[in-house]
């Protein structure tokens, strides 16, 4: 045999056998291996890919709800939804996003600051997520964009609902606003998908945002069918939102926007409640703000003139003011001298002035010898500090507490201030001293440390007219108790009554001259001149305590009212407290006449109102655009500002 070994014909065969084996069975390992994925991709995974597959053929754009009303214990809307036109922009649909945006911003009359902020949300948009474009536009606007949508490929215009309050400043405090979430808000809700929604506002201020999650509502959706470059197919059956729950108050909308147009363009409120049971029938701090403007986005130069406005029109002066009671204290002080056994008709001398160590206290008249009636009814600071400093401040506080001094009510209101009822232990807690004879003194004329709010004065005023321990109400659905009998003997609560009937149905009676024009109906009442700055000795001396007209405004006394009627068999109750606007009866004690009079004779209601609007310059809306119009002149505006 040669040195080279003969390839036979068999060992061909045999390493060509080897090599088919091989080969054939790699082959036949990689089709088990494809046949196990598409079996495990079919099968295993088919729930998840046919998920995807529905998510890139379907898409949802999201609908907001609709906010529940909030009404008035007749019905009667309070706030509302209207229909409102807005623009949005679905990136996905987007072919020519210049040229898209160009177009709306010509159309919608866009500012270049509305354009670099739509640019910037779409850079951020992911697939259907509509970006906001501009919302409650007018309806040639909307039509326009209608009729040229072919042209406009991923503009989506809607229409849609927006707030709406009827009552406008009136009802400002009482219901807050809405607006668009911050990101505060979207973190604080654990990034409520919700909130980013384009035209979902949230309460903000009062009811709107106590209330936020009964009125929210649940959102909806529209289902479209787009193919994988975002075409639109056609649209599916949409997924409807669900409105928010309707929140129906004890307030009467027309008497409240009565009461609030009776302030006039003073700084106040006034508070009238049901005496059978608690129910607040009106409730209005002015000035105050327009809800609507705030709902459809205020300007910076509105902003701006409410937040310089010394009047505060963006606090509500009902439950987050807080003053002197001044002498509307002193029918609870009657029934706490009567609960310590001071004799109704024991005399007291008033000349003027009463000592008490080193320093004098005053009274506006000398009223001579009085009794308890006459002190009320004429108003004597000289008998109730004597009484008070036989009595002692340990009847005297826990009467005040028992008549809703310093108490904090069961409302839906975010803050609400409960004020101070001193007493002996209090006074240590907070200024490391001890009581004084004086601090009684002071207290007993409402001075001093005693701070109360409107409302808290008019349940005072409503316990001592039902002898029951009435709790001021605003929700109508709401379960509360039946009030207990006040724990006051009966025969006190009458004299105080009688006495209280005096001061406006007595000729000698402080707030003798603004009567009920009624015949068989009297009020009874009591009015309270607050002190807001300390009267010097020098000042007395030097010709007499300066007139409220001759001080800067904010040095000026409040006007204090409260009042119930009838007399006889009490329906309604009220207190009024006008910021430094001077005497109670001059002030507070009119207007709350004509307030009840509106109840119980809407035609001389109405008249009554007519004549002061007429003496003041005009309706609420008249006197709001001048003013306006006065301070954008005067801070170098143009006369008119489009809305935001």
């Known amino acids: 045999m040669s040195k080279w070994q003969r390839v036979t014909a068999v060992h061909q065969s045999l390493s060509f056998s080897r090599r088919m084996i091989f080969v054939g069975g790699a082959q036949a390992a990689f089709g088990a291996l494809l046949a196990g994925r598409m079996a495990y991709l079919s099968i295993t995974q088919n729930e998840k890919y046919q998920l995807l597959s529905e998510s890139n053929r379907v898409q949802l754009i999201p609908v907001p709800p609709r906010r529940g009303w909030i009404i008035d214990r007749n019905g009667k809307p309070i706030a509302i939804n209207r229909s409102s036109f807005r623009v949005d922009l679905i990136p996905q649909q987007i072919m020519d996003r210049v040229k898209i945006v160009a177009d709306?911003?010509?159309?919608?009359?866009?500012?270049?600051?509305?354009?670099?902020?739509?640019?910037?949300?779409?850079?951020?948009?992911?697939?259907?997520?509509?970006?906001?474009?501009?919302?409650?536009?007018?309806?040639?606007?909307?039509?326009?964009?209608?009729?040229?949508?072919?042209?406009?490929?991923?503009?989506?215009?809607?229409?849609?609902?927006?707030?709406?309050?009827?009552?406008?400043?009136?009802?400002?405090?009482?219901?807050?606003?809405?607006?668009?979430?911050?990101?505060?808000?979207?973190?604080?809700?654990?990034?409520?998908?919700?909130?980013?929604?384009?035209?979902?506002?949230?309460?903000?201020?009062?009811?709107?945002?106590?209330?936020?999650?009964?009125?929210?509502?649940?959102?909806?959706?529209?289902?479209?069918?787009?193919?994988?470059?975002?075409?639109?197919?056609?649209?599916?059956?949409?997924?409807?939102?669900?409105?928010?729950?309707?929140?129906?108050?004890?307030?009467?909308?027309?008497?409240?926007?009565?009461?609030?147009?009776?302030?006039?363009?003073?700084?106040?409120?006034?508070?009238?409640?049901?005496?059978?049971?608690?129910?607040?029938?009106?409730?209005?701090?002015?000035?105050?703000?327009?809800?609507?403007?705030?709902?459809?986005?205020?300007?910076?130069?509105?902003?701006?003139?409410?937040?310089?406005?010394?009047?505060?029109?963006?606090?509500?002066?009902?439950?987050?003011?807080?003053?002197?009671?001044?002498?509307?204290?002193?029918?609870?002080?009657?029934?706490?001298?009567?609960?310590?056994?001071?004799?109704?008709?024991?005399?007291?001398?008033?000349?003027?002035?009463?000592?008490v160590g080193n320093a004098i206290f005053h009274c506006d008249k000398v009223h001579g010898s009085v009794a308890m009636a006459d002190a009320i009814m004429k108003s004597c600071d000289i008998y109730f500090y004597e009484m008070a400093r036989r009595a002692g401040v340990e009847v005297i506080a826990p009467m005040a507490r028992r008549m809703g001094f310093g108490e904090s009510f069961d409302l839906p209101f975010s803050s609400q201030r409960y004020g101070t009822v001193p007493d002996p232990e209090w006074l240590m807690r907070r200024y490391k001293r001890k009581w004084e004879i004086y601090d009684t003194v002071n207290m007993s004329i409402g001075q001093g440390n005693v701070l109360v709010n409107p409302l808290q004065l008019a349940v005072m005023a409503g316990r001592i007219a039902s002898g029951k321990v009435i709790q001021p109400r605003l929700i109508a659905n709401a379960q509360t108790p039946a009030p207990v009998t006040l724990d006051v003997t009966p025969e006190h609560l009458e004299f105080v009554r009688q006495a209280m009937g005096g001061v406006v149905n007595n000729p000698n009676g402080t707030a003798g001259a603004v009567r009920l024009p009624?015949?068989?109906?009297?009020?009874?009442?009591?009015?309270?001149?607050?002190?807001?700055?300390?009267?010097?000795?020098?000042?007395?001396?030097?010709?007499?305590?300066?007139?409220?007209?001759?001080?800067?405004?904010?040095?000026?006394?409040?006007?204090?009212?409260?009042?119930?009627?009838?007399?006889?068999?009490?329906?309604?109750?009220?207190?009024?407290?006008?910021?430094?606007?001077?005497?109670?009866?001059?002030?507070?004690?009119?207007?709350?006449?004509?307030?009840?009079?509106?109840?119980?004779?809407?035609?001389?209601?109405?008249?009554?109102?007519?004549?002061?609007?007429?003496?003041?310059?005009?309706?609420?809306?008249?006197?709001?655009?001048?003013?306006?119009?006065?301070w954008r002149v005067a801070n170098g505006l143009a006369k008119a500002e489009p809305k935001a």
């Open 104 to 355: 709306l911003a010509q159309i919608l009359a866009l500012s270049p600051d509305e354009i670099d902020r739509i640019n910037g949300e779409l850079d951020d948009a992911r697939g259907f997520k509509p970006v906001s474009v501009a919302d409650n536009i007018p309806y040639e606007q909307y039509a326009a964009i209608t009729v040229r949508q072919p042209e406009l490929p991923g503009a989506a215009p809607s229409r849609g609902f927006a707030r709406f309050y009827p009552g406008g400043s009136t009802v400002g405090q009482l219901v807050g606003y809405v607006g668009a979430a911050s990101a505060k808000e979207y973190e604080r809700e654990n990034k409520n998908p919700l909130l980013i929604i384009p035209g979902v506002k949230i309460g903000k201020e009062g009811l709107e945002q106590t209330m936020e999650m009964t009125l929210r509502g649940q959102p909806g959706g529209q289902r479209v069918e787009v193919t994988a470059r975002g075409k639109l197919v056609k649209e599916l059956d949409p997924k409807p939102d669900r409105s928010g729950g309707s929140i129906k108050l004890t307030i009467d909308t027309d008497f409240h926007q009565y009461a609030a147009r009776r302030i006039g363009d003073q700084s106040g409120s006034v508070v009238v409640l049901d005496v059978a049971s608690g129910d607040i029938l009106a409730m209005p701090s002015m000035p105050s703000f327009d809800p609507n403007n705030f709902s459809d986005g205020i300007s910076r130069n509105e902003w701006r003139m409410l937040s310089e406005n010394d009047h505060l029109p963006l606090v509500d002066k009902v439950t987050e003011s807080l003053y002197p009671s001044g002498s509307t204290i002193k029918p609870l002080m009657s029934l706490a001298l009567l609960q310590a056994n001071i004799n109704p008709k024991d005399h007291v001398l008033c000349t003027g002035s009463y000592r």
């Open 518 to 630: 009624l015949d068989g109906i009297q009020m009874a009442g009591k009015t309270g001149t607050a002190q807001v700055r300390r009267i010097s000795m020098a000042e007395r001396n030097s010709g007499g305590v300066r007139s409220n007209e001759s001080l800067n405004w904010k040095m000026r006394d409040h006007s204090l009212f409260v009042a119930f009627a009838p007399v006889e068999n009490p329906k309604y109750c009220a207190a009024a407290v006008i910021e430094h606007g001077g005497f109670g009866s001059q002030v507070a004690a009119p207007m709350v006449r004509d307030t009840l009079l509106y109840l119980f004779d809407k035609q001389k209601g109405l008249a009554a109102l007519d004549a002061y609007e007429q003496g003041i310059g005009g309706s609420l809306d008249q006197r709001i655009a001048a003013k306006t119009a006065t």
